[in-house]
């Protein structure tokens, strides 16, 4: 079987972007006077996207304010920082590089908004 190419999914496969948004919802958590979440309640959030983090540090329900309020702080808040912590999931680099070494074209595809995927 010859592979013709590989196409990976973003966040979650290739590139583990979680510790951003554990940064992002606990500093927003901090500034609104409320206690940080844990990291890994955080992180089995974060695939569910921006209502869900913002449901789980402010409750709240989407659609009605403040919840879209916040929900817009914390995509700003994420677009200050995306990628700051996010890294290459464990292997990965060494697949990439086994890719452009036997010439496999390779490519991304994600639900991320383009925003965010390109800043990442």
């Not at 013709?4 to 940064?23: H, I, K, M, P, Y």
């Not at 659609?63 to 995509?75: C, V, W």
């Not at 200050?80 to 490519?107: N, Q, R």
Request: charged share 25%; with cysteine.
């Amino acid at each position: 079987m010859t592979i013709s190419a590989l196409l990976f999914d973003l966040d979650g496969t290739l590139v583990d972007t979680a510790n951003d948004f554990v940064q992002v919802l606990n500093e927003q958590l901090i500034s609104h006077g409320r206690n940080q979440l844990p990291a890994d309640t955080i992180r089995n959030t974060v695939s569910d996207g921006a209502r869900a983090l913002v449901k789980i540090g402010f409750g709240g329900e989407p659609g009605t304010e403040p919840f879209e309020s916040l929900r817009q702080e914390l995509l700003e808040r994420y677009e200050s920082l995306v990628g700051k912590h996010a890294k290459l999931f464990d292997g990965m680099e060494e697949v990439l590089t086994l890719c452009e070494d036997k010439d496999i074209p390779w490519g991304i595809i994600t639900n991320k908004p383009r925003l965010y995927t390109d800043l990442l």
